[in-house]
């Protein structure tokens, strides 16, 4: 799938909703960071959570697209037609003894956490207490339902020191462990959303991975998977995101309008585009944050 050659950057997103404007802004850095440099901009539908995706929403995707006069490159990639790759990648690093199976609920979890003196809290949220970690590798548990973990302390330890480079926050040391041993093959999916990435970024030959901030604590877990998967290794651009006046970030629920509903009410998508870029918001709604 990969090309060789030249900047490569993509925009990811989940067909679960409508784009709002904070799509627009991840999708616009990803387009301009590929066309500043003559490279490619390709697009993956991020569609693991199938009870969610839905097609209307894939159709959006592209319509909000063109409307911006985003042109992308390449065929789109959708999540959902490639398990396989993530069953592969999940099976060579059980192979290395670095997964284990986990029958914990949400509630469960919550619970373990809440009764425990020191809550350990991971960079994105909750960290899992490692609660099935100890289970005895018995295979007639697999027959209940359970995700599947990366042993993070194991992991970590085999891989060895890692780094990773931002183009705005310069060269950082990975510390997966923070995030706790993350779940890699959900219950439902099969996959995660840390593998999936990980896995697509390398056989689209992602050069240069363009996403808001809000994913940064994402990254160290990316690294490390890179490392245990041989797979190469992208430099990270991690945008600002939008916020409103107030200075909170522009999500759906404070009021972004969803791009569809600005295209169907005749907005100009190339000149929105561009007051994307120059940090000005439309309709009065807000400004980038720093
Ligand atoms: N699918 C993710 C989202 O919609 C983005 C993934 C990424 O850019 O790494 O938030």
Same mark, same amino acid.
């Given at each position: 799938?990969?090309?060789?050659g030249g900047v490569v950057t993509r925009f990811a997103p989940s067909?679960?909703?409508?784009?709002?404007?904070?799509?627009?802004?991840?999708?616009?850095?990803?387009?301009?960071?590929?066309?500043?440099?003559?490279?490619?901009?390709?697009?993956?539908?991020?569609?693991?959570?199938?009870?969610?995706?839905?097609?209307?929403?894939?159709?959006?995707?592209?319509?909000?697209?063109?409307?911006?006069?985003?042109?992308?490159?390449?065929?789109?990639?959708?999540?959902?037609?490639?398990?396989?790759?993530?069953?592969?990648?999940?099976?060579?690093?059980?192979?290395q003894g670095l997964l284990y199976p986990c029958f914990c609920t949400?509630?469960?979890?919550?619970?373990?956490?809440?009764?425990?003196?020191?809550?350990?809290?991971?960079?994105?949220?909750?960290?899992?207490?490692?609660?099935?970690?100890?289970?005895?590798?018995?295979?007639?548990?697999?027959?209940?339902?359970? @995700?599947?973990?990366?042993?993070?302390? &194991? *992991?970590?330890?085999?891989? %060895? $020191?890692?780094?990773?480079? #931002?183009?705005? =926050? +310069?060269?950082?040391?990975?510390?997966?462990?923070?995030?706790?041993?993350?779940?890699?093959?959900?219950?439902?999916?099969?996959?995660?959303?840390?593998?999936?990435?990980?896995?697509?970024?390398?056989?689209?030959?992602?050069?240069?991975?363009?996403r808001g901030v809000d994913l940064f604590h994402a990254t160290p877990?990316?690294?490390?998977?890179?490392?245990?998967?041989?797979?190469?290794?992208?430099?990270?651009?991690?945008?600002?995101?939008?916020?409103?006046?107030?200075?909170?970030?522009?999500?759906?629920?404070?009021? @972004?309008?969803?791009?569809?509903?600005? &295209? *169907?009410?005749?907005?100009? %998508? $190339?000149?929105?585009?561009? #007051?994307?870029? =120059? +940090?000005?918001?439309?309709?009065?709604?807000?400004?980038?944050?720093?």
């Amino acid at each position: 799938m990969s090309q060789t050659g030249g900047v490569v950057t993509r925009f990811a997103p989940s067909p679960t909703g409508p784009l709002h404007l904070g799509h627009a802004l991840a999708a616009i850095e990803s387009h301009d960071r590929a066309r500043v440099s003559g490279g490619r901009f390709l697009l993956r539908i991020e569609d693991i959570d199938t009870g969610r995706s839905r097609p209307e929403h894939v159709a959006g995707i592209l319509a909000d697209l063109d409307w911006l006069g985003l042109a992308r490159d390449g065929e789109v990639v959708f999540q959902s037609q490639r398990m396989a790759q993530y069953a592969a990648a999940l099976d060579r690093l059980r192979a290395q003894g670095l997964l284990y199976p986990c029958f914990c609920t949400r509630a469960d979890i919550a619970r373990e956490v809440a009764d425990s003196a020191s809550a350990p809290h991971g960079a994105d949220g909750v960290r899992y207490p490692g609660t099935c970690r100890a289970l005895p590798r018995d295979p007639a548990l697999l027959a209940r339902p359970h @995700a599947w973990r990366i042993d993070m302390a &194991r *992991a970590v330890a085999i891989a %060895g $020191p890692l780094t990773w480079t #931002d183009e705005i =926050a +310069g060269t950082i040391a990975a510390d997966p462990l923070a995030s706790g041993d993350v779940v890699l093959a959900r219950k439902d999916a099969g996959t995660s959303y840390h593998l999936a990435v990980t896995v697509d970024d390398a056989a689209q030959g992602v050069t240069h991975v363009v996403r808001g901030v809000d994913l940064f604590h994402a990254t160290p877990i990316h690294r490390l998977l890179q490392a245990l998967l041989d797979l190469p290794v992208p430099t990270w651009r991690h945008h600002p995101l939008l916020t409103g006046p107030d200075g909170q970030r522009l999500a759906k629920r404070s009021g @972004a309008p969803a791009l569809a509903l600005l &295209r *169907a009410s005749g907005v100009d %998508g $190339p000149a929105l585009a561009d #007051d994307l870029r =120059a +940090g000005r918001l439309p309709l009065g709604i807000g400004t980038t944050s720093p």
